[in-house]
């Protein structure tokens, strides 16, 4: 019977930026490994979404990579044990790592005597193998899905090369001072696996026998159910306490409210705003956070009546954001006004980009040629926003504006998204990260989707400026800046963010709603194990 608790300087010229020589597990700043904490046990999570393939280079979704940072690890981490503020960067599989002073070549020392689970070594040239699978079309095993999902940031490099046994470095065709720090984010980066996994299975069978570096390693999974992972014990960091993490399926939201209740499972994500006080009342722990992401409204610009001006900023001037963080999530959200979300390194709490104000909204449709219900358009949103959708269609009729709400399942709203039909206006997104990089992202990934290049050059040169500076004191201003334009013009509407995300049992310790999009199980204990 399974043990748990009830209720669950390398080159020259270079300029150095962080050196350690050691590090705690996985991108954590050090676990306590006193005696007098409960060790073992079987940890089990109930996710609000099915993960999608454990490939590292593939991956989508923060579920996914709730479950996979465990398995697999990145070069640079975060420290997760901080409840608030950015998390600092610490090393994980690299111990130090520097840039020239033209911002243009990054070189890192990895980390020696650390090998994959199954016994093999990490290195250089096992690095290389997996850059080489995201970029260099020449290997035998490039991904052309993974190159895909990364060219974002890897698109602009121009070499990539072992320098040493334990070195490696990356040269870039232009200056990228936020690359540490995207590379320990989750998605469209670099985790890194067992290149002799996907030499043996191939690159789609990789994801079926995903191997890493990480604390735990992959047992099994059944997909629609669980996924189980057991402590490696051969991992090079401080040993976790769990002896094993099942993560099991569980989308609807009160059957996993109902099984963190009655003791099923440890932990949950996603919680709704109306379970909060149940889960409190019944001696659960609802972590206060911020995450680094924000929910915020999209525009389908390829939709004719957003290309102007006044009626963005007329949608904007509607939204009354702190009736929907108050009336929607129960006081348990904070209204967002800027598209950096709380965690961000670039994020600041005083800016704002337009004021509720629907009178000054129904004038600026009014301006637009829009008198009341003429302004019609569809509302796309997920099976998980449905309560948001409601309430942001009755909010838009209030100036004037009929929207029909289109609630699809999650793949079904993705595809929608990237493809939609002529009548959709809005959709609803949740996502962010720590590195201010992130608005380039989201920019260009999601909130210009249907853009032409030239509509808004000064947001696009601002952008860039920021992301292409070789000055590392003026790179977060620069960003703020960028940030600035893309307010100013109206180009996407942040709505809330959420500071109530995850729960857990009575007898969990050691869990932290970290300011950033996933969490570390390598130092949470149980204090009731059977």
Known sequence: MRKRNRLAAVAAGLTVVWLVAGCASGGAAGGDSSESLSDGGDFVTGLYLEPRGLDPHRQVFWETYRVSRNIFEPLVGEDLTRAEGTPDL?????????????GRTWTFRLRDGVTFHDGTSFDAEALHKNVRRVWDRSYEFFDEESAGRVKVWFGGLLKAAPTGEHTYTFEFERPFLGFPRILAQSMYTLPVGNPAIWERYGNDGFAEHPEGTGPYRFVSRAIGDRIVLERNDGYWGERPHLDSLT????????????SLLGGEVDLISYV????VETLENAGLHVPEGTGAELIYFSFNRRNPVFDDDRVRQALVHGLDRQALADEVYNGYAAPQYSFLPPGNEAYRADVKDFEYDPDRARQLLAEAGYGPGQLRFNLVIDVANENVGQWLQAHLKEIGVEADVVSLDRVNYSARVYNPQPGDGLNIDEFGETDAEWLYNGFNGLVNRGLKPEQY???TQAIETALYTAEPDRRIALW?????????????IPAVNLNRYYATGPNVEGFTFASTNWYDLSNVWLTDIR
């Open 90 to 102: 610490v090393p994980v599989l690299a111990t130090s790592w520097e840039h020239s002073g033209d």
């Open 457 to 459: 050059p000064e947001v």
């Open 247 to 258: 993560f099991r399926i569980i989308p609807n939201n009160q059957t996993r409210v109902a």
């Open 272 to 275: 709704q705003p109306d379970d």
């Open 480 to 492: 703020q800046k960028a940030e600035e334009e893309l307010r100013r013009r109206a180009l996407v």
